[in-house]
T-cell receptor
Framework: SQTIHQWPATLVQPVGSPLSLECTVE??????LYWYRQAAGRGLQLLFY??????ISSEVPQNLSASRPQDRQFILSSKKLLLSDSGFYLC???????????FGPGTRLLVL | GEDVEQSLFLSVREGDSSVINCTYT??????LYWYKQEPGAGLQLLTY?????DMKQDQRLTVLLNKKDKHLSLRIADTQTGDSAIYFC???????????FGTGTRLKVLA
């Protein structure tokens, strides 16, 4: 069966520090991968998606970047965090040609 | 771009029916989804409907789609306290990889 992991679960970082959030999927190959951000009291904002290794589409210009170094690994990064980067970051995947999008447990990021 | 809107809050009594509404702007949306998010957790897919369908029923869940008005609803029959959560509608156009999510409706079930 397929599973999706995210870590860390919770992160508190100072403004200006770097960020690296990791997402991995097990039990499938060549998934489409997604990063979303959910700010307090708001809906889901699509940040990045990837349809293959090294292929990243950015939806919102900001100080975040994403990389996909391996087929089932998706990394969200920042060189310098802003206060506005605080939120709940969700990774998701879909199987090519299928409808269901599966979400990871999320990482709660607080930038102080 | 597409916009998906939902009311922010809904409160119902246990045992009553809940109806969560969603409106979308992109008529090319081919697939429409309902997700549930429990506190501090990721999203769980509840059900989805193709744009060529008007209704889909799955146990206590009924999805209604009005394509003319671009309106989607989720009815939960016999609502239980365990149904308290945030419910998101989302849409996707065939041939694209992007899912557009609504703002979410927080459902509170009163005992």
């Amino acid at each position: 069966s397929q599973t999706i992991h995210q870590w860390p679960a919770t992160l508190v970082q100072p403004v200006g520090s770097p960020l690296s959030l990791e997402c991995t999927v097990e039990g499938t190959s060549n998934p489409n991968l997604y990063w979303y951000r959910q700010a307090a009291g708001r809906g889901l904002q699509l940040l990045f998606y990837s349809v293959g290794i090294g292929q990243i589409s950015s939806e919102v210009p900001q100080n975040l970047s994403a990389s996909r170094p391996q087929d089932r690994q998706f990394i969200l990064s920042s060189k310098k965090l802003l206060l506005s980067d605080s939120g709940f970051y969700l990774c998701a995947w879909t199987k090519q040609g299928q409808e269901t999008q599966y979400f990871g447990p999320g990482t709660r990021l607080l930038v102080l | 771009g597409e916009d998906v809107e939902q009311s922010l809050f809904l409160s119902v009594r246990e045992g009553d029916s809940s109806v969560i509404n969603c409106t979308y702007t992109d008529s090319s949306s081919t697939y429409l989804y309902w997700y549930k998010q429990e506190p501090g957790a990721g999203l769980q897919l509840l059900t989805y409907i193709f744009s060529n369908m008007d209704m889909k029923q799955d146990q206590r869940l009924t999805v209604l789609l009005n394509k003319k008005d671009k309106h989607l609803s989720l009815r939960i029959a016999d609502t239980q306290t365990g149904d308290s959560a945030i419910y998101f509608c989302a849409g996707r156009t065939s041939g694209t990889y992007k899912y557009i999510f609504g703002t979410g409706t927080r459902l509170k079930v009163l005992a």
